[in-house]
């Protein structure tokens, strides 16, 4: 059996007994591979439609053990990789389109969280794209005149000194402030979601991985000890979808990693100020992203990211990146560069060719699927379940209109020509931002000020 604990801290933090596997024959009006956020999203939703419903979900290991049991916890409003490559790519329309659809994801996560009292650590603190040298400074003032070009509200710039002020880091010159975000314990929303699920009666079979899948004539899923029959699936596998051969070009996992430390003392977080909480992202092109547990322990993720060969999704973590990630805590908090680390992680990242996520149909209307999430799915995973689940019962709404629903996906090159394009991707932002980043010292201080 999988030792669960290992995978994260936050599965280590919640004791999982495994449910009984798919055993024998069965049958269903909808089948869901995968049982992370968007999976559960679209079980959820579907019985709240129709609780007549029969609605299987299948998960491979446990819920929560993918991407929704090693994410930051994230509840937030950015789609795919940047407000300014969604208007490049889909022309401002469509951009001013994604960001209102993420607004209403997150206000959509708090919801359910408010209205079914889920236990999961929620709070709301907002976010912070934090510039780290005078560049991206002027990206993020860039995005934000963006935003206000497009009509979008509850963005604004906060500047060197005011950012300072919440924030004691000498390394900062600036910084996008939301107030629409919010952090939670990622396992025990998941497990809350799963809670849900049962009570509607959905039949949710743990260790029971979709071996194989026939569309034709008829839904079927095989698992090692049974088989679901069913009139409509939906794939729910975001960066696992690299296993299922019909959607494994539309996307490929990228693997990021986490560190973070013991808990901080009251001495050790008063240089640091942060009495909002705020969630903390940079505006690298491979974004470190940071904020405190619940229990004020410090969590820092992102930097260089692993790009794994074929259907490989769970690599053990990178030390070079781990220890990468460390260093920078101090470079943030010089006071912190030798503050005891006691776990460390990593977890895939789905993302498409263009760094925007999709979902829809996959050959007739039987079958949806959602992915790419481009690492910022929390909350885009549960407005897509709900998305998903009127695409699976033929409703129009104002989600399914929705301009990626249903787009062209570019597809990857296969294997190696996509390995090595991805990692070549990979060594150009880098590159970027090592260039961008040579007024930062290893101490944390600038070279030169703005």
């Known amino acids: 059996m999988t030792d669960y604990k290992d995978k994260s801290y936050w599965l280590s933090t919640v004791d999982i007994q495994p449910d009984e596997p798919l055993r024998g024959d069965r049958t269903a009006d909808i089948v869901i591979i995968g049982g992370g956020y968007t999976g559960l999203s679209t079980a959820y939703n579907l019985k709240e439609i129709d609780p007549s419903l029969q609605v299987v979900l299948l998960e491979s290991e446990v819920i929560g053990y993918g991407a929704s049991g090693r994410n930051a916890g994230f509840v937030m409003t950015l789609f795919g990789f940047t407000l300014s490559l969604t208007r490049f790519r889909f022309g401002p329309r469509r951009a001013k389109e994604a960001h209102h659809y993420m607004e209403r994801a997150v206000d959509y996560t708090r919801e359910l969280v408010e209205e079914h009292a889920l236990d999961c650590e929620f709070e709301f603190p907002g976010f912070l794209r934090v510039a780290t040298t005078p560049v991206y400074a002027k990206?993020?003032?860039?995005?934000?005149?963006?935003?206000?070009?497009?009509?979008?509200?509850?963005?604004?710039?906060?500047?060197?000194?005011?950012?300072r002020e919440r924030i004691h880091s000498d390394v900062y010159y600036g910084a996008w402030f939301e107030r629409r975000c919010g952090l939670f314990h990622p396992v025990k929303f998941a497990r809350e979601m799963k809670r849900l699920c049962f009570d509607r009666g959905v039949q949710i079979y743990e260790q029971s991985p979709a071996m194989e899948v026939q569309l034709r004539p008829t839904v079927s899923v095989n698992t090692p000890e049974g088989t679901i029959k069913a009139q409509k699936i939906m794939f729910a596998a975001n960066a696992y979808?690299?296993?299922?051969?019909?959607?494994?070009?539309?996307?490929?996992?990228?693997?990021?990693?986490?560190?973070?430390?013991?808990?901080?003392?009251?001495?050790?977080?008063?240089?640091?100020?942060?009495?909002?909480?705020?969630?903390i992202e940079d505006s690298r092109n491979l974004v470190h992203y940071y904020r405190l547990t619940k229990d004020n322990r410090l969590l820092m993720g992102g930097g260089n990211v692993a790009i794994p060969y074929g259907k490989t999704i769970d690599p053990d973590p990178d030390t070079g990146i781990v220890r990468e990630l460390r260093e920078h805590t101090g470079v943030l908090f010089p006071h912190l560069a030798d503050v005891e680390h006691t776990h460390s992680w990593c977890g895939p990242v789905s993302v498409p060719v263009d760094l925007t996520p999709a979902l829809g149909y996959i050959g007739d209307e039987r079958a949806v699927y959602s992915l790419g999430c481009v690492g910022h799915g929390v909350s885009m995973a549960q407005l897509?379940?709900?998305?998903?689940?009127?695409?699976?019962?033929?409703?129009?709404?104002?989600?399914?209109?929705?301009?990626?629903?249903?787009?062209?996906?570019?597809?990857?090159?296969?294997?190696?020509?996509?390995?090595?394009?991805?990692?070549?991707?990979?060594?150009?932002?880098?590159?970027?931002?090592?260039?961008?980043?040579?007024?930062?010292?290893?101490?944390?201080t600038s070279e030169k000020h703005p």
């Open 139 to 163: 990206d993020i003032q860039k995005e934000i005149a963006l935003a206000e070009k497009l009509g979008l509200q509850g963005i604004e710039w906060i500047d060197r000194d005011a950012l």
């Open 384 to 444: 897509n379940g709900k998305t998903a689940a009127d695409l699976l019962l033929g409703r129009k709404s104002g989600l399914t209109e929705v301009f990626f629903v249903n787009r062209r996906v570019i597809p990857w090159p296969p294997e190696p020509i996509r390995l090595i394009i991805a990692r070549a991707l990979r060594g150009f932002f880098r590159l970027e931002d090592r260039i961008n980043e040579r007024p930062l010292t290893r101490k944390g």
């Open 241 to 279: 979808s690299v296993q299922i051969p019909a959607l494994r070009r539309k996307q490929v996992p990228v693997v990021t990693h986490i560190t973070l430390t013991r808990p901080l003392t009251d001495a050790e977080l008063e240089p640091i100020g942060w009495s909002g909480r705020e969630g």
